[in-house]
């Protein structure tokens, strides 16, 4: 992206001035594209409701949420965020039987769990979809009529390996025989490991051989479509063999539980077309939806890119509208080294979690770990480490040794001395009380929002907490280099530089609450309201660091600090209790 980078060299030159990052907004995009209207989509997968939500759908939330919540920092206005649920199927048809309810009901259950858990989790979705909503029915219907009056459907007899788990048919080259627990020959999945059956029946087919070419160019084309660069790369790979047509119904008298083919009673929609479509419907398909196509970025497990980056550009393709703009692919968590199984009884409980962590803390955890090319383990002890170490000891404690009433027994904010810290290169070296580590400090601090907006725009949040834990370690490093403490608040010099010192330290802060906010909202307000930042006063188009130090005013310099919250993070215990 020669735009991007040539706009990030010309930034680093500039400092954090009023204004400034109204204008990385408008040029960096996020790495979205403009449609007519500013409005832009982001998009968690929906998720399947066979079962209550864990870890790694939590993970895909928060990850779409920190996206979302960044953008709008950033002064973008009209996004909309969508999450929601995957109803239909034949593995809800056999759940709910097997629960002994219907489908409708076992759906009902299920999506208002994944519901509450956002909701906990601070999920600040716009949309929250249904695939048995009726308005996701009509845009399904539609979307089918593009297809079959654009000549890319056809009816046949189709046999193959069909895999309930996964709802999809199989190559004679993906599945293979192995043994089951008790020695019996069965064929299974090569990828998953699921059980597949042989299937004969009539389906309506997509003509999707016809757009291997096209999905070609499109990825060569856009080198960004898909990241991270290995699972672009895995697109291509798997557009290089053989593409078959695709079979996208599936006969009523099998799977009843799903959106009737239009015209044909005899046929369900097959559940990937269906599920696929919720991006469309979420912005108004077939009628308003072009405020927002094809400015899209959906945010999927690598479980289910195959679906995203093959099946659905296709489809749009066919239905005349273009592929989403951006895939990112994250990839999935396991839990002390083991894939997560209700067999091993190792599923993680996002409430539990919740409960032990609290919900900024896990949330912090998701995003400071896990990386979105390679999976992500979870311990106990792990979190606990990072917490305490991050959260609890360096930022918590910052702010504690900064606010003190021992420092700051008027719980004001500091006022900046330009003779103690000077900007001037030729005064630095003579009277000024800053040392070259100090200045290094500030140019650090003053470079971290575009290295954070850089991290958000490349789908790598976790280098963003990374270059934000850099700074605040930094900071730490400057309050003990300079011990204020031991400063003489009678001598009028000695008073002056502790200010000082407090002023910068205080600053510091300040952006890292403004920047923590997508990632830690609950706690980066406890932290700015600690600093008498108004909630006016919290978007990185109006940031302007150091003020006094680059001549300018500063609109904080004697508010009065807001009330004291106590601990910013309590220190965890090795049994998960928050100390008190």
Request: aromatic share 12%; with cysteine.
């Amino acid at each position: 992206m020669p735009a991007m980078q040539a706009f990030h060299a010309r930034a680093a030159r500039c400092f954090l001035r009023p204004g400034f990052f109204r204008g990385l907004a408008e040029q960096a995009g996020w790495g979205l594209r403009r449609s007519s209207g500013g409005s832009q989509l982001l998009s968690t997968p929906i998720f399947y409701v066979n079962g209550p939500p864990h870890i790694g759908h939590l993970y895909s939330a928060v990850l779409a949420d920190a996206l979302h919540r960044h953008r709008r920092l950033l002064g973008c206005e009209g996004g909309r965020l969508a999450t929601g649920t995957d109803e239909h199927g034949l593995k809800i048809q056999t759940a709910a039987a097997a629960a002994g309810t219907s489908p409708q009901e076992f759906c009902d259950c299920v999506s208002a769990e994944f519901r509450e858990l956002f909701d906990q989790a601070g999920i600040s979705y716009t949309h929250f979809i249904r695939t048995t909503e009726q308005q996701h029915r009509q845009a399904v219907a539609s979307f089918w009529a593009a297809l079959r009056d654009g000549g890319w459907l056809y009816q046949a007899d189709y046999e193959g390996w069909y895999c309930t788990a996964e709802e999809s048919f199989l190559a004679a080259s993906q599945v293979k025989e192995c043994a089951d627990a008790q020695g019996s020959k069965q064929m299974v999945s090569i990828e998953s490991g699921h059980q597949v059956h042989w299937t004969r029946e009539k389906n309506y087919m997509f003509k999707l051989s016809e757009f291997q070419e096209p999905l070609q160019r499109w990825l060569y084309k856009n080198k960004d479509a898909i990241s991270p660069e290995p699972y672009h790369q895995q697109a291509l790979q798997w557009l290089e063999g053989d593409l078959p047509d695709l079979s996208v119904s599936r006969d009523r008298n099998r799977l009843h539980w799903g959106i009737p083919v239009p015209g044909d009673s005899t046929q369900t929609i097959y559940v990937w077309v269906d599920a696929l479509v919720n991006y469309l419907t979420v912005v108004g398909y077939p009628k308003k939806h072009r405020a927002y196509w094809p400015t899209v970025c959906h945010i999927v497990g690598k479980d289910i890119l195959k679906f995203h980056a093959v099946y659905w550009p296709a489809l749009l393709m066919a239905a005349g509208l273009e592929p989403p703009l951006r895939i990112w692919v994250h990839s999935h968590w396991t839990v002390e080294g083991q894939k997560m199984s209700k067999s091993l009884g190792n599923v993680v409980d996002p409430k539990e979690c919740f409960r032990h962590y609290t919900v900024d803390g896990f949330r912090y955890f998701l995003l400071r770990q896990g990386v979105p090319e390679r999976d992500c383990d979870y311990y106990d002890e792990k979190v606990i480490k990072l917490l305490n170490s991050e959260l609890a000891d360096a930022l918590g404690g910052l702010l504690n040794r900064v606010t003190a009433s021992a420092l700051n027994p008027r719980g004001t904010y500091p006022i900046f001395s330009e003779t103690c810290f000077p900007r001037d290169v030729e005064i630095q070296s003579g009277s000024g009380e800053a040392l070259a580590e100090d200045y290094k400090l500030v140019s650090l601090v003053e470079s971290l929002p575009m290295k954070v907006s850089t991290s958000f725009d490349r789908f790598q949040i976790y280098k963003a907490l990374e270059s934000i834990m850099d700074c605040v370690r930094e900071t730490n490093g400057f309050v003990q280099r300079h011990r204020p403490w031991k400063l003489c608040p009678e001598d009028p010099a000695e008073r002056r530089w502790q200010e000082t010192i407090l002023y910068v330290a205080v600053e510091c802060l300040r952006v890292y609450g403004l920047l923590l906010q997508p990632v830690v909202p609950a706690m980066a307000d406890k932290l700015l309201s600690r600093l008498g930042v108004s909630p006016t006063e919290r978007s990185l188009k109006d940031l302007d660091f150091l003020p006094r130090y680059h001549g300018r005013r500063c609109p904080f310099e004697g508010r009065q600090l807001g009330p004291d919250p106590g601990l910013l993070f309590p220190r965890l215990r090795k049994n998960c209790e928050a100390s008190n």
